[in-house]
Nanobody, 124 residues
Framework: QVQLVESGGGSVQAGGSLRLSCAAFGYIYSTDCMAWFRQAPGKEREGVAAIDTDGSTTYTDSAKGRFTISKDNAKNTLYLQMNSLKPEDTAMYYC??????????????????WGQGTQVTVSS
């Protein structure tokens, strides 16, 4: 049974930073590919960033230049460093593992293992 556990969310003022973590537990064939998504109230879940098997990364426009995705393979832990946070970044943030052919993408329908989420609230 795979379990993904996010942590690190919280409330910050605009311009602040947060570092999210996602620890993977249980049998996992491969955690080489993982990604971060977010969902604000009343909105669809959207991709934020993904990391591929070779360590290459993909960011959506809203995350480029401000967020950094990284992974510690030895710890089976995924990170998202978020800087220069804006009120529009307020959302529940989820980590996820994809169906293999969606590795490196930020297409939500391609991910079938999800954590429970961690809340990020950015005030102006």
């Amino acid at each position: 049974q795979v379990q993904l556990v996010e942590s690190g969310g919280g409330s910050v003022q605009a311009g602040g930073s947060l570092r999210l973590s996602c620890a993977a537990f249980g049998y996992i064939y491969s955690t080489d590919c993982m990604a971060w998504f977010r969902q604000a109230p009343g909105k669809e879940r959207e991709g934020v960033a993904a990391i591929d098997t070779d360590g290459s990364t993909t960011y959506t426009d809203s995350a480029k230049g401000r967020f950094t995705i990284s992974k510690d393979n030895a710890k089976n832990t995924l990170y998202l460093q978020m800087n220069s946070l804006k009120p529009e970044d307020t959302a529940m943030y989820y980590c996820a593992i994809p169906i293999p052919r969606f590795c490196g993408t930020v297409v939500a329908r391609g991910y079938n293992r999800w954590g429970q989420g961690t809340q990020v609230t950015v005030s102006s």
